[in-house]
């Protein structure tokens, strides 16, 4: 049936009939598929573009079928889209833009902004032309990044980009719109050696466009403008107008977007570079300018203050700023960044910092403490081995690697009696794997492990946790001290299973004193018994 309409439609659009491109007009309409699909081939055979008007008058934002027809005749549309930009038909025009930026027909940049510089159309088309040229480059400089179809984008449509530009800064006029410009700006980092000359641009005084580059850089709340400047600075001899702009610009959409761009590694162009720059004024105004900038943005501000060209009084003041006003991680970064410089005052804040309200600042701040000449930093840390925060408790215990729970079993026979009550109660609270420990020690360690488990179940008053655990060492038949650490531990038990045990013990058990404290055991134990096979 698919077949039969296709021969249809394709007859449709070789007849002569006048009816006939009506007919394929309507169809595509259609609610039909099948219909619509034989159509749009019709209507792209269609001699003189005609067809393909149509096609471009009927757009449909996002249907797959229109898509498959653009893709698959991408190259008959570029005339056609070319044609529709121009007509007087606004939706005709508005739909082919969008065609244009949607389907990504980079080739066709080249042609917007010539007709975009003829500056003959009214105003709210141009606006649209400028929007739609903005989006389509925003796509193309990503094309660019992605190494994507390089021989197409580099080799065709790069250089179109780069002639149009040319011809509009040789004749370029005070009052033309920035839009060429901001497009050099976008581009800049690709300008091949055959376009080599339009860098001049930026260095030129007495150049056409200079007064309006200089405006542009010192004035302009653009992406292209920042994303420029910090690329300039990233590089070996940027041109004076760059290191101006960043030295005099304290607009907040600049020194955000240009702080947002700063990322570790900081290049040694660019260090060079600061170390060359007087400080921005806006640094002078930190508390005003904080609440205005996000974390990303505060992280890159710490790493803005690290390279510049200022006293150190000066810089650790500004990080001292950041961690006190900021936000999230760029107080995190802020304190890290700290850590690079002596002094009391500083020693001070990070000891502090141990116990900030924000999780990732204290752990940030732990880390940071051994470093710092603050005495018993041991005991220090300890302070925080039972922060209601597990991130927090783990980092104590990477510090203090000795209370891990295996430390503390490895060491257990170098320890007086005393030592491991306390240390034993230290590692339960900061080691989560404590209780874990405890019961592989008691099911499958040997002789000794149980006899330490045992221990710490009596130090830790954990006969209620490990019941079932502690139960195994009693009837499992293990030596008689084992059986009878095992059998008073018990007392404590809750469930009728190591009740059971206990009575079996009691009256089955080989040796006296096992029997003696299962009996002791029992008597001590309530009447009610808990009856669950697992303890919450």
Same mark, same amino acid.
């Given at each position: 049936?698919?077949?039969?309409?296709?021969?249809?439609?394709?007859?449709?659009?070789?007849?002569?009939?006048?009816? &006939?491109?009506?007919?394929?007009?309507?169809?595509?309409?259609?609610?039909?598929?099948?219909?619509?699909?034989?159509?749009?081939?019709?209507?792209?055979? +269609?001699?003189?573009?005609?067809?393909?008007?149509?096609?471009?008058?009927?757009?449909?934002?996002?249907?797959?079928?229109?898509?498959?027809?653009?893709?698959?005749?991408?190259?008959?549309?570029?005339?056609?889209?070319?044609?529709?930009?121009?007509?007087?038909?606004?939706?005709?025009?508005?739909?082919?833009?969008?065609?244009?930026?949607?389907?990504?027909?980079?080739?066709?940049?080249?042609?917007?902004?010539?007709?975009?510089?003829?500056?003959?159309?009214?105003?709210?088309?141009?606006?649209?032309?400028?929007?739609?040229?903005?989006?389509?480059?925003?796509?193309?400089?990503?094309?660019?990044?992605?190494?994507?179809?390089?021989?197409?984008?580099?080799?065709?449509?790069?250089?179109?980009?780069?002639?149009?530009?040319?011809?509009?800064?040789?004749?370029?006029?005070?009052?033309?719109?920035?839009?060429?410009?901001?497009?050099?700006?976008?581009?800049?980092?690709?300008?091949?050696?055959?376009?080599?000359?339009? &860098?001049?641009?930026?260095?030129?005084?007495?150049?056409?466009?200079?007064?309006?580059?200089?405006?542009?850089?010192?004035?302009?709340?653009?992406?292209?403008?920042?994303?420029?400047?910090?690329?300039?600075?990233?590089?070996?001899?940027?041109?004076?107008?760059?290191?101006?702009?960043?030295?005099?610009?304290?607009?907040?959409?600049?020194?955000?977007?240009?702080?947002?761009?700063?990322?570790?590694?900081?290049?040694?162009?660019?260090?060079?570079?600061?170390?060359?720059?007087?400080?921005?004024?806006?640094?002078?105004?930190?508390?005003?300018?904080?609440?205005?900038?996000?974390?990303?943005?505060?992280?890159?501000?710490?790493?803005?203050?690290?390279?510049?060209?200022?006293?150190?009084?000066?810089?650790?003041?500004?990080?001292?700023?950041?961690?006190?006003?900021?936000?999230?991680?760029?107080?995190?970064?802020?304190?890290?960044?700290?850590?690079?410089?002596?002094?009391?005052?500083?020693?001070?804040?990070?000891?502090?910092?141990?116990?900030?309200?924000?999780?990732?600042?204290?752990?940030?701040?732990?880390?940071?403490?051994?470093?710092?000449?603050?005495?018993?930093?041991?005991?220090?840390?300890?302070?925080?081995?039972?922060?209601?925060?597990?991130?927090?408790?783990?980092?104590? +215990?990477?510090?203090?690697?000795?209370?891990?729970?295996?430390?503390?079993?490895?060491?257990?026979?170098?320890?007086?009696?005393?030592?491991?009550?306390?240390?034993?109660?230290?590692?339960?609270?900061?080691?989560?794997?404590? +209780?874990?420990?405890?019961?592989?020690?008691?099911?499958?360690?040997?002789?000794?492990?149980?006899?330490?488990?045992?221990?710490?179940?009596?130090?830790?008053?954990?006969?209620?946790?490990?019941?079932? &655990?502690?139960?195994?060492?009693?009837?499992?038949?293990?030596?008689?001290?084992?059986?009878?650490?095992?059998?008073?531990?018990?007392?404590?038990?809750?469930?009728?299973?190591?009740?059971?045990?206990?009575?079996?013990?009691?009256?089955?058990?080989?040796?006296?004193?096992?029997?003696?404290?299962?009996?002791?055991?029992?008597?001590?134990?309530?009447?009610?018994?808990?009856?669950?096979?697992?303890?919450?």
């Amino acid at each position: 049936m698919t077949d039969g309409i296709d021969i249809t439609m394709q007859t449709l659009a070789q007849s002569k009939n006048g009816a &006939a491109p009506k007919m394929l007009e309507k169809a595509l309409r259609s609610s039909f598929y099948a219909v619509r699909h034989g159509a749009g081939k019709g209507l792209v055979a +269609l001699r003189g573009g005609k067809g393909i008007c149509e096609i471009i008058r009927q757009y449909i934002p996002n249907d797959a079928l229109t898509i498959e027809i653009i893709e698959e005749n991408r190259d008959k549309f570029i005339p056609a889209l070319k044609n529709a930009i121009q007509d007087s038909d606004a939706e005709l025009s508005q739909n082919a833009l969008n065609i244009a930026y949607a389907r990504r027909f980079y080739e066709l940049i080249p042609f917007l902004m010539t007709i975009f510089m003829d500056q003959s159309k009214e105003e709210s088309k141009l606006n649209e032309l400028e929007r739609i040229i903005g989006k389509l480059q925003e796509k193309f400089t990503d094309a660019l990044e992605e190494r994507k179809n390089r021989r197409f984008l580099y080799g065709t449509v790069l250089p179109e980009i780069f002639n149009v530009i040319t011809k509009a800064l040789n004749d370029y006029h005070k009052n033309d719109p920035d839009l060429i410009l901001l497009m050099l700006f976008r581009l800049f980092p690709y300008l091949t050696e055959e376009h080599s000359h339009l &860098a001049g641009v930026l260095r030129n005084p007495a150049g056409k466009a200079y007064g309006t580059v200089y405006h542009l850089f010192l004035m302009k709340q653009d992406p292209a403008v920042y994303n420029l400047i910090f690329y300039l600075l990233n590089n070996a001899n940027p041109p004076m107008l760059a290191a101006t702009a960043f030295a005099k610009r304290s607009d907040i959409p600049f020194v955000s977007g240009f702080l947002k761009l700063l990322t570790e590694p900081v290049s040694e162009e660019l260090k060079t570079n600061f170390a060359s720059i007087s400080k921005p004024d806006w640094l002078n105004h930190l508390p005003e300018v904080l609440p205005e900038l996000d974390e990303q943005t505060q992280q890159g501000l710490v790493l803005l203050l690290g390279v510049l060209n200022t006293a150190t009084a000066e810089i650790t003041d500004g990080l001292q700023t950041v961690f006190h006003l900021g936000t999230g991680t760029g107080r995190t970064a802020a304190l890290s960044a700290l850590s690079h410089y002596a002094g009391e005052r500083i020693d001070k804040l990070i000891w502090e910092a141990c116990g900030d309200s924000a999780p990732k600042v204290q752990m940030e701040a732990l880390r940071l403490l051994p470093q710092r000449n603050v005495p018993n930093v041991n005991v220090r840390l300890l302070q925080f081995a039972g922060n209601p925060n597990g991130e927090v408790r783990a980092t104590v +215990l990477e510090l203090l690697p000795n209370f891990r729970f295996s430390k503390f079993a490895e060491g257990f026979d170098q320890m007086s009696e005393d030592q491991r009550r306390i240390m034993f109660k230290l590692v339960r609270a900061m080691d989560s794997e404590t +209780l874990d420990g405890l019961t592989e020690m008691l099911t499958t360690g040997d002789a000794a492990a149980k006899n330490k488990a045992l221990q710490c179940v009596r130090y830790g008053n954990l006969t209620a946790v490990l019941e079932d &655990a502690v139960c195994a060492v009693l009837t499992a038949g293990e030596s008689p001290a084992l059986r009878k650490e095992a059998a008073e531990l018990l007392t404590g038990g809750q469930r009728e299973a190591s009740r059971n045990a206990l009575v079996q013990a009691m009256h089955r058990d080989p040796d006296a004193d096992v029997r003696a404290a299962a009996k002791m055991c029992l008597e001590k134990r309530p009447v009610v018994w808990k009856t669950v096979d697992t303890v919450s």
